[in-house]
């Protein structure tokens, strides 16, 4: 028997178990968009050989490895910090679920992003990592008063570089915290001014 018949008969075995075809139809979105086979597992609920088998179908070789991530990738890249901010707010807005892993969600977020910044080459494993944190309370998704921007907010308890937490790397507005002074800029006093 071949992999390929192997391979389908796998899957019809899984979407009869799951009754969803929609899991399938977002694993192999995830498959496509490079996802790495245990994010999947964690969103999908398949189990490994069967996330395995489709990856060796559609994808080729697997590559092994520790999974992608670190919090100090993120506050040292103002445009991935961007991305993953506008893919975030996608994510809030998708997820009808109090989970992180909703793999429909993450399909549409994903295409939001690539619609909204085509090119971008964000890896996916990034993505998880940050909805990762986000679950665990080390990430945010925070509203700037003075611009009304989604932006990624590094929590405090994080303790790494903390000259870049809690400011809106857009217009730069200083949100107030202890042992620290806050500045106004020019945009903020016009936010300040639209507000009064």
């Known amino acids: 028997m071949s992999l390929r018949v192997r391979t389908t008969k796998n899957v019809r075995r899984t979407a009869a178990l799951h009754s969803d075809t929609d899991i399938l139809e977002y694993t192999g979105i ?3 968009a490079g996802v790495s086979a245990s994010y ?6 398949l189990s490994k050989h069967t996330v395995d088998s489709l990856i060796d179908r559609d994808r080729g070789a697997r590559t092994p490895g520790r999974r992608k991530g670190a919090l100090t990738v993120f506050q040292d890249d103002a445009k991935l910090r961007l991305y993953v901010s506008v893919f975030l707010h996608a994510y809030r807005l998708a997820n009808q679920t109090e989970s992180w892993s ?3 969600a993450f399909v549409r977020a994903l295409r939001a992003l690539d619609a909204r910044a085509p090119g971008h080459e964000v890896e996916p494993d990034l993505l998880c990592f940050a909805l990762k944190q986000i679950e665990k309370g080390d990430f945010d998704l925070a509203r700037c008063p003075a611009c009304a921007t989604h932006f990624l907010k590094i929590q405090p308890k994080v303790g790494v570089k903390r000259t870049l937490e809690g400011d809106c790397f857009v217009c ?3 949100f107030k915290a202890l042992g620290r002074s806050s500045s106004i800029a020019g945009k903020e006093l016009l936010a300040l001014a639209k507000q009064g």
Request: proline share 7%; charged share 20%; no cysteine.
């Open 30 to 32: 995830m498959i496509a």
């Open 172 to 174: 730069t507005y200083r």
């Open 102 to 104: 909703d793999p429909g």
């Open 40 to 45: 999947i597992i964690e969103m999908t609920g």
